[in-house]
């Protein structure tokens, strides 16, 4: 399966692999040299604390490049009051006469806990290009699915953007 991405994820992505590569793989590969210099490896736990480093930096390079060369690109090309990637959405759960809010994200992004709903997930497959006053019916198994009334759809504010930065 191949994750879903806006052009916006990606240049992150880029971003944060440029940084890896030209900031942090020189300072590890130092690290791991000096601490290589100071004797005894089987004793060293500096040495195989650096190296333990670089390896985690080197491998979250090689990740973050594999999900950008097999990534479907995604567009944002919804309303202003559709439910999208990157929107606070509100809904009612008239079976729990509860209310939740969600921000819609792409599939590398996504954290249930911290409110951050996948736009492949079963509420964002069912409410994606729905608006505000719509009832739509979530269905989580062949067997159940539950409605779900939109009350709000809006912009991500700045500190909501800076929460969806990492990857």
């Not at 992150?12 to 690290?31: F, T, Y």
């Not at 559709?82 to 079976?95: D, L």
């Not at 951050?116 to 505000?132: D, F, N, Q, R, T």
Request: proline share 2%; hydrophobic share 35%; no cysteine.
């Amino acid at each position: 399966m191949n994750n879903k991405l806006t052009r916006k994820d990606i240049e992150k992505m880029q971003a944060e692999i440029d940084h890896r590569i030209l900031v942090e793989r020189p300072r590890l590969l130092e690290e791991v040299k000096e601490t290589r210099a100071q004797g005894d490896l089987s004793e060293n736990f500096e040495y195989h604390a650096a190296k333990r480093d670089k390896n985690k930096n080197e491998s979250r390079i090689r990740f973050l490049q594999r999900m950008i060369k097999t990534a479907s690109i995604i567009e944002d090309d919804t309303a202003e009051n559709e439910v999208g990637i990157n929107k606070k959405v509100t809904v009612y759960i008239p079976e729990d006469d509860e209310e939740e809010t969600y921000i819609f994200v792409s599939t590398m992004r996504q954290n249930s806990l911290g409110g951050l709903i996948s736009i492949e997930s079963p509420m964002g497959k069912a409410l994606l290009h729905h608006k505000v006053g719509d009832t739509v019916h979530v269905r989580v198994s062949a067997d159940y699915a539950y409605p779900v009334v939109i009350r709000k759809v809006e912009e991500t504010d700045e500190a909501e953007n800076a929460a969806l930065r990492g990857f």
